[in-house]
């Protein structure tokens, strides 16, 4: 049987009124700077692996191990630490990120930002002045603190700040920061390169820059209204609101469902962790964490900083390579402009489902590329044509790419979770991606050497694996309000059966019949 749905705005979406303001726009901005830090060392990495002169003072033996005849082309970069070198990095990240989480609600999204940037300002210097390789490896973790719990607040501060209507793009300036702070350290990389003895100390130490700033910055902005009340700052809630709304914005409709929403959060405030694994809160946490786990598993990530390994490997001097990267990364910065004034109208669904089959079918071809023209001796190099011809595949793959699943991936996670369970969903997301990511860091050079060219099949399968899931079981959250999300998951053909639809319909319509506009009315099938 059908049961009564509920009521929503003309179009789907309820819109609280206000405008874009420059305050908005600022908060927002200011918030997203912190993927700065993040894209900024997760550029840097890549390109300082294979600086001669990183690996002399370092890895002597790797450079020993490249000039070996008697090793594999696929082979001249495996070494454990090495590769730990950057994927430390990431397992500080998830740790933090779980602390994080429990901070987060008490003192406010503002203060964690400030907090792991001055985390990641600590670690850029130790690491400009390290002389052995424990101190390379301090420095990275004291990064990676700071990376965590950035990434608990930035992302979710975004998603509560800005506009309904325009979420996907704002929340998506994240990861415009982030591909931005890649590409600085990437050209970054290109001019030390040529520095011998210290080139790779000025790289590292340059990181100290996006970590200052954001430290000052964090002091000019407000706490979400959200969090503030969360922690009982009715007021400055509606102060911070009606900043960001505009002057002429009526905010009471909207504080309102902010303040309900927040006062069920509280009474069930005990186990927020427990109650994120129960049957009402499972498509979030299933959602929540597949997204960032087969992001992971398609390689974007890893390939993305090992990116001038990969060029050096197909036959690129180490200039080339960097330069390689460059072009690579402006090319991801343009796709992320483009996704962000596209994703609020095409919708997340459409832009992941094309993004995935474009670069499986790109991954597919590299794969085959490198399996027919590189072979696996040590002093044996692709002829340029395909050499080139490898270079432009990744460039089509990162443009679909950043136009897709590396901004949604952020966006998706960040506005899919309930207020009461959002800090503990956003930690647990974040924690899987950062954890599978040190893996996957840890073992992709091994995984170069034993599986050549295979590597590229095996993500190019997770990919397509990804796109299904998405296509089947993400419902469309374009331009819904967060308060207001839980519906979109009651009226999904799998999801649905999860939710207390009971519940949902007088809650629905009771926040929605005190706002003005015209509605209409949905309905669902209610599970017997």
């Known amino acids: 049987m059908a049961g009564e749905g509920f009521v929503v705005a003309e179009g789907g979406v309820h819109d609280y009124g206000g405008r874009v303001t420059f305050s908005v726009v600022v908060t927002c901005l200011m918030a997203a700077s912190c993927g700065l830090i993040y894209g900024y060392d997760n550029g840097i990495s890549g390109g300082v692996t294979q600086m001669e002169s990183f690996l002399s003072d370092f890895f002597p033996e790797v450079l020993t191990g490249m000039k070996n005849t008697n090793r594999g082309v696929y082979c001249k970069y495996d070494n454990l630490w090495l590769t730990a070198f950057t994927s430390s990095l990431f397992i500080a990240s998830a740790m933090s990120s779980i602390v994080a989480s429990h901070v987060t ?21 130790i690491n400009a002045g390290a002389v052995n390789l424990a101190m390379i490896i301090i420095g990275r973790m004291l990064l990676g603190f700071g990376i965590g719990f950035t990434f608990q607040s930035a992302p979710v501060y975004l ?27 990437t050209i970054t990389n290109y001019f030390t390169d040529t520095i011998p003895g210290w080139g790779w100390r000025l790289s590292l130490g340059l990181g100290a820059v996006p970590g200052a700033l954001l430290a000052v910055g964090a002091f000019f902005v407000t706490d979400t209204p959200s969090s503030l009340v969360l922690r009982g ?59 960032p786990m087969l992001y992971e598993l398609t390689g974007v990530s890893v390939i993305s900083v090992f990116l001038p390994v990969v060029f050096r490997t197909v ?57 027919a023209h590189l072979s696996p001796e040590a002093a044996a190099t692709m002829p340029r044509n395909y050499a080139v011809t490898v270079l432009v595949l990744i460039l089509v793959s990162t443009f679909f790419v950043g136009v897709s699943w590396a901004p949604l991936r952020w966006v998706v996670q960040s506005e899919i979770y309930p207020v009461e369970v959002r800090s503990a969903g956003q930690a647990m997301s974040v924690t899987v991606w950062l954890c599978l990511t040190f893996t996957e860091l840890q073992v992709f050079i091994r995984m170069l050497c034993a599986m050549r060219y295979g590597v590229f099949l095996f993500h190019a399968g997770w990919f397509l694996v990804a796109t299904v899931c998405a296509a089947a079981f993400l419902p469309e959250t374009k331009g819904v309000p967060l308060e207001l999300m839980q519906s979109v998951w009651a009226r999904h053909w799998y999801w649905g059966r999860f ?10 319509e009771a926040a929605v019949c005190e706002k003005t506009g015209p509605v209409y009315r949905l309905n669902w099938p209610v599970n017997q």
């Open 105 to 125: 609600r008490r003192v406010g999204r503002q203060a964690i930002m400030l907090f792991g940037s001055a985390l990641f300002l600590a670690g850029a210097v």
């Open 159 to 185: 998603s509560e700040t800005a506009p309904a209507k325009w979420r996907g793009a704002f929340a998506s300036a994240y990861n415009a920061f982030s591909v931005t702070g890649t590409l600085s350290a």
């Open 233 to 291: 700052r009715h007021e400055q809630a509606r102060a911070a609101l009606q900043r960001i709304r505009g002057a002429d914005a009526n905010v009471e409709s909207e504080l309102k469902d902010i303040v309900w929403a927040v006062e069920e959060a509280n009474r069930n405030d005990d186990g927020t962790f427990r109650r994120l694994f129960s049957r009402q809160y499972r498509p979030y946490l299933v959602v929540g964490v597949a997204l």
């Open 315 to 371: 036959g690129f001097s180490s200039r080339k390579a960097i330069l390689g990267s460059v072009i690579n990364f402006s090319v991801n910065l343009v796709a992320t402009l483009v996704s962000t004034f596209v994703m609020d109208r095409t919708g997340r669904r459409f832009l992941l489902i094309v993004g995935g089959l474009c670069v499986t079918l790109c991954q597919v071809t590299i794969s085959w590329i490198m399996a």
């Open 499 to 508: 939710a207390d639809k009971d519940e949902q319909v007088k809650v629905a």
